[in-house]
């Protein structure tokens, strides 16, 4: 397992953007993958989108497709969340997730992530 360091985040209006940042603290090997879910109090972990690190292969959840981009560089284990045009709906804890083994088919299965950070929050207000 890695350590992971979310950054950004906070409060914005509905229609604005906001940008997350997610080191790992080490490197780590194999199917280098980095990703992003989100939760809310009422709702269990959602996938919003990953990314395979050497590949730069992206995968986006379709509430998101359109708005958030998801980026990241192999060299120093960190990834990228760029949220444009929020909707009061994306308001959650969105955490950075990573895993060195996961399976194409597993991608969005918040289960297959071995490591986790401690989430940042979001809020969009309308």
Request: with cysteine.
């Amino acid at each position: 397992q890695v350590q992971l360091v979310e950054s950004g985040g906070g409060l914005v209006q509905a229609g604005g953007s906001l940008s997350l940042t997610c080191r790992a603290t080490a490197d780590f090997q194999g199917r280098k993958t980095m990703a992003w879910f989100r939760q809310t109090p009422t709702m269990e972990r959602e996938f919003v989108a990953t990314i395979r690190l050497a590949s730069r292969q992206t995968y986006l959840a379709d509430s998101v497709k359109g708005r958030f981009t998801i980026s990241g560089t192999n060299a120093d284990n960190t990834i990228y969340l760029q949220m444009n045009n929020l909707k009061p709906e994306d308001t959650a804890r969105y955490y950075c997730a990573a895993s060195s083994t996961i399976i194409q088919s597993q991608l969005r299965n918040p289960l297959q992530y071995s490591s986790w950070g401690q989430g940042t929050q979001v809020t969009v207000s309308s």
